[in-house]
């Protein structure tokens, strides 16, 4: 039995096929969000990797800013819970979760059984998003993929403290035309997305283990500076793009199996 | 307008009927030469309408102007007067209403903004009545007004409540302010104030009141009859015609029909009712629709909403030093501290049998919305039901997004979907 979860964030769209509700046989990630492209692009890709395609799946669960816009969902749920799914089926002692993504920043609190206690996310504002990120790349011509490994070599991080990215992006230019070097204005840009984060984490309360999902958590070097801001040990999953996908599918695999009980 | 007379109306009809018919009463009264007041929406209209002068109501034709989407074209003349973002959006379309209503009146031609707003036509005021027991903004507005009107205010000015209940000294306060506009309007007016009246008044705003609360009551029963959405609708009276007996008749009808239904076991919502959330906070008008789409397409209706309740303001009427009077209209929730707030929200919960609670934190209003994240928590301590809040504006579209306002409310539908789970487990 096959089931789908899409996630159509922002900046991205993500897919992944389970089989019986354990075993991902297919997966893609496009970077093109909600209104682009980028969902029949992903599903492209899953398609060419193992020739499934919507209608071969028993459920199609959708997420994401862009939950509504596919009409092969049978189904659209919150990325809050689909985070939370995809999270603790990959970690059963996650605790709390740190969800970053394009536009939003979240932090969950769940439940030994998986279940949400409360979530709280940003509020409308890009300070600590992937947004944010983007911005302050563009500034310091340094590739996103790139900020990792220039955040490690940082002896000494740069205090970027304001929390609207415009005016974070005038403290960056005047710290770059400073002579800062970029190694420290790029930590300082991930410990100011870390502040953020985990502000959120604590308002749920910090419980051990911290997982860390969403697309933002490519970058080690934000869940470096997101685990020194805690205090304590930070995971991240596998494929932290995936996740809100992966429960969506595993959303949508008990949701089979809902239907079986009753029928 | 149709031939059918009141008391062949439907509560839906009535409640359109009025307030077309006190538009209409406040420009008649202009046009005869009487006098127009502006008022605050919970400041007392007990003396002002009992010396006969036609009110309008600032905040509730502001919200119309959203709910119509005509905020835009006011805000942009606020915009441009230097009126901050950051300032109540029912002040802002409200100013920049005033000051189209002043071009047309200086220069004897409607601004092309006027002409095209959907907003329904009110005339400008001879004196203004504001009272600081649901905000401080409410001063400041009221006050430009006046000056740039050049008319007279009246303020009631109501002491913040930092202890429950109210202290005698407050009541005794408040009731000499109500006898400083007295005054006032004796001034403004040119004749005696008409005390048996103002004794009328009173007993009609009880009568009132009591049928407004026959209709909030309903939300208790499970399935509701009453849809919470609803109540936003027909606040437009209690605010602007809780003295006169186009309330009292309006929602007598409206609690008639509510019981009636129930009494047939019918619902106020079309579809089986999953689950049950408390609004806290004003309606976002601009979307009213949608905001309340996304609710009911989950199966989610709203029993509770502290809002409404605001115009709770049951008294003795037959009390002559006021002092009934003036604790009514200085117990508003959001005029007390925050233990009275959440023991208040925490009672309109378990009224509505809530399940869950959606928490507006409205740019505009300061006071009710910069307390909701203490407020929540600490409700959550004590009820455990799951919230969301979401960020947004009563009037001010900018303010506000749907897709994250919806992304909130599913996550509350999916946290509340799965307490019941566990529950039945
Ligand atoms: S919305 Fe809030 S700030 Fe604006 S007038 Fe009403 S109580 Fe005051």
Same mark, same amino acid.
């Given at each position: 039995?096959?089931?789908?979860?899409?996630? &159509?964030?922002?900046?991205?769209?993500? &897919?992944?096929?389970?089989?019986?509700?354990?075993?991902?046989?297919?997966? %893609?990630?496009?970077?093109?969000?909600?209104?682009?492209? @980028?969902? +029949?692009?992903?599903?492209?890709?899953? =398609?060419?990797?193992?020739?499934?395609?919507?209608?071969?799946?028993?459920?199609?669960?959708?997420?994401?800013? @862009? =939950?509504?816009?596919?009409?092969?969902?049978?189904?659209?749920?919150?990325?809050?819970?689909?985070?939370?799914?995809? &999270?603790?089926?990959?970690?059963?002692? %996650? =605790?709390?979760?740190?969800?970053?993504?394009?536009?939003?920043?979240?932090?969950?609190?769940?439940?030994?059984?998986?279940?949400?206690?409360?979530?709280?996310?940003?509020?409308?504002?890009?300070?600590?998003? +992937?947004?944010?990120?983007?911005?302050?790349?563009?500034?310091?011509?340094?590739?996103?993929?790139?900020?990792?490994?220039?955040?490690?070599?940082?002896?000494?991080?740069?205090?970027?403290?304001?929390?609207?990215?415009?005016?974070?992006?005038?403290?960056?230019?005047?710290?770059?035309?400073? +002579?800062?070097?970029?190694?420290?204005?790029?930590?300082? &840009?991930?410990?100011?997305?870390?502040?953020?984060?985990?502000?959120?984490?604590?308002?749920?309360?910090?419980?051990?283990?911290?997982?860390?999902?969403? +697309?933002?958590?490519?970058?080690? @070097?934000?869940?470096?500076?997101?685990?020194?801001?805690? @205090?304590?040990?930070?995971?991240?999953?596998?494929?932290?793009?995936?996740?809100?996908?992966?429960? %969506?599918?595993?959303?949508?695999?008990?949701?089979?199996?809902?239907?079986?009980?009753?029928? | 307008?149709?031939?059918?007379?009141?008391?062949?109306?439907?509560?839906?009809?009535?409640?359109?009927?009025?307030?077309?018919?006190?538009?209409?009463?406040?420009?008649?009264?202009?046009?005869?030469?009487?006098?127009?007041?502006?008022?605050?929406?919970?400041?007392?209209?007990?003396?002002?309408?009992?010396? *006969?002068?036609?009110?309008?109501?600032?905040?509730?034709?502001?919200?119309?102007?959203?709910?119509?989407?005509?905020?835009?074209?006011?805000?942009?003349?606020?915009?441009?007067?230097?009126?901050?973002?950051?300032?109540?959006? !029912?002040?802002?379309?409200?100013?920049?209403?005033?000051?189209?209503?002043?071009?047309?009146?200086?220069?004897?031609?409607?601004?092309?903004?006027?002409?095209?707003?959907?907003?329904?036509?009110?005339?400008?005021? *001879?004196?203004?009545?504001?009272?600081?027991?649901?905000?401080?903004?409410?001063?400041?507005?009221?006050?430009?007004?006046?000056?740039?009107?050049?008319?007279?205010?009246?303020?009631?000015?109501?002491?913040?409540?930092?202890?429950?209940?109210?202290?005698?000294?407050?009541?005794?306060?408040?009731?000499?302010?109500?006898?400083?506009?007295?005054?006032?309007?004796?001034?403004?007016?040119?004749?005696?104030?008409?005390?048996?009246?103002?004794?009328?008044?009173?007993?009609?705003?009880?009568?009132?009141?009591?049928?407004?609360?026959?209709?909030?009551?309903?939300?208790?029963?499970?399935?509701?009859?009453?849809?919470?959405?609803?109540?936003?609708?027909?606040?437009?009276?209690?605010?602007?015609?809780?003295?006169?007996?186009?309330?009292?008749?309006?929602?007598?009808?409206?609690?008639?029909?509510?019981?009636?239904?129930?009494?047939?076991?019918?619902?106020?919502?079309?579809?089986?009712?999953?689950?049950?959330?408390?609004?806290?906070?004003?309606?976002?008008?601009?979307?009213?629709?949608?905001?309340?789409?996304?609710?009911?397409?989950?199966?989610?209706?709203?029993?509770?909403?502290?809002?409404?309740?605001?115009?709770?303001?049951?008294? *003795?009427?037959?009390?002559?030093?006021?002092?009934?009077?003036?604790?009514?209209?200085?117990?508003?929730?959001?005029?007390?501290?925050?233990?009275?707030?959440?023991?208040?929200?925490?009672?309109?919960?378990?009224?509505?049998?809530?399940?869950?609670?959606? !928490?507006?934190?409205?740019?505009?209003?300061?006071?009710?919305?910069?307390?909701?994240?203490?407020?929540?928590?600490?409700?959550?301590?004590?009820?455990?039901?799951?919230?969301?809040?979401?960020?947004?504006?009563?009037?001010?579209?900018?303010?506000?997004?749907?897709?994250?306002?919806?992304?909130?409310?599913?996550?509350?539908?999916?946290?509340?979907?799965?307490?019941?789970?566990?529950?039945?487990?």
């Amino acid at each position: 039995m096959y089931t789908m979860g899409i996630d &159509v964030g922002s900046s991205s769209s993500k &897919v992944v096929v389970l089989q019986d509700g354990v075993q991902v046989v297919a997966q %893609a990630v496009v970077q093109a969000g909600t209104g682009s492209s @980028g969902p +029949g692009r992903a599903l492209e890709q899953v =398609r060419q990797f193992s020739g499934l395609t919507p209608e071969d799946m028993d459920f199609v669960l959708a997420t994401g800013y @862009g =939950r509504t816009t596919l009409p092969m969902a049978q189904k659209q749920m919150s990325e809050i819970t689909c985070h939370a799914k995809g &999270v603790f089926f990959q970690e059963p002692s %996650a =605790r709390t979760i740190i969800d970053i993504g394009g536009q939003d920043v979240k932090a969950i609190s769940l439940d030994d059984r998986g279940n949400i206690r409360q979530f709280y996310m940003n509020d409308k504002c890009a300070a600590g998003t +992937g947004r944010f990120l983007e911005v302050m790349s563009r500034v310091l011509e340094v590739d996103l993929e790139e900020m990792a490994s220039y955040h490690f070599r940082s002896q000494s991080p740069a205090s970027v403290s304001s929390t609207c990215t415009v005016f974070a992006e005038s403290e960056v230019i005047s710290l770059l035309s400073k +002579g800062t070097p970029k190694e420290d204005i790029i930590a300082g &840009v991930h410990f100011s997305v870390a502040a953020k984060a985990c502000a959120l984490a604590q308002r749920v309360g910090v419980r051990s283990e911290v997982v860390m999902c969403g +697309g933002v958590a490519q970058n080690s @070097g934000v869940a470096d500076a997101i685990q020194r801001e805690l @205090g304590q040990r930070l995971l991240v999953t596998h494929d932290p793009q995936l996740t809100g996908a992966l429960g %969506a599918a595993l959303l949508a695999y008990e949701e089979i199996m809902r239907k079986g009980k009753s029928a | 307008m149709s031939e059918k007379m009141p008391s062949q109306m439907k509560a839906k009809e009535l409640l359109a009927y009025y307030q077309a018919k006190l538009d209409e009463e406040a420009r008649q009264a202009k046009a005869n030469g009487k006098l127009v007041c502006w008022s605050a929406s919970v400041a007392p209209p007990e003396m002002c309408v009992a010396m *006969d002068i036609a009110m309008v109501y600032p905040e509730t034709h502001a919200a119309g102007i959203g709910a119509r989407k005509g905020a835009l074209d006011m805000l942009d003349v606020a915009d441009r007067l230097g009126y901050s973002v950051d300032c109540c959006s !029912y002040g802002r379309v409200n100013i920049g209403y005033m000051e189209l209503l002043k071009e047309e009146a200086m220069s004897g031609k409607t601004p092309e903004a006027l002409a095209n707003s959907p907003a329904a036509r009110v005339p400008l005021p *001879d004196l203004v009545i504001t009272c600081n027991n649901i905000c401080n903004t409410l001063l400041k507005w009221y006050e430009n007004l006046a000056a740039e009107l050049n008319i007279p205010c009246i303020v009631i000015d109501v002491p913040f409540n930092h202890t429950m209940p109210v202290s005698e000294e407050s009541k005794e306060y408040i009731a000499d302010q109500f006898r400083n506009a007295i005054s006032q309007l004796e001034v403004i007016c040119g004749r005696p104030f008409d005390y048996e009246k103002f004794h009328q008044v009173r007993q009609q705003t009880q009568r009132s009141i009591a049928q407004w609360n026959r209709i909030a009551a309903m939300s208790q029963y499970k399935p509701s009859p009453l849809n919470g959405f609803d109540l936003f609708n027909y606040m437009a009276l209690v605010v602007c015609a809780r003295s006169r007996d186009y309330a009292e008749i309006t929602f007598k009808k409206f609690a008639d029909e509510l019981e009636e239904l129930y009494k047939q076991g019918g619902s106020a919502f079309k579809g089986a009712e999953q689950n049950r959330v408390t609004w806290e906070g004003i309606a976002v008008w601009p979307y009213l629709g949608q905001t309340f789409k996304a609710l009911k397409n989950q199966g989610s209706i709203m029993t509770g909403s502290a809002y409404p309740n605001m115009w709770d303001l049951s008294y *003795d009427a037959e009390d002559e030093s006021l002092h009934s009077m003036a604790e009514a209209y200085t117990r508003t929730y959001i005029n007390t501290c925050l233990e009275n707030k959440v023991n208040v929200l925490l009672k309109i919960m378990e009224k509505g049998q809530c399940d869950g609670v959606l !928490y507006h934190l409205n740019r505009s209003c300061k006071l009710m919305s910069f307390l909701n994240v203490e407020t929540a928590e600490l409700i959550q301590e004590k009820n455990g039901l799951p919230y969301v809040s979401f960020d947004g504006d009563q009037t001010d579209p900018r303010n506000f997004a749907p897709a994250q306002y919806e992304t909130r409310v599913q996550a509350l539908g999916e946290m509340m979907d799965q307490a019941q789970q566990t529950g039945q487990e």
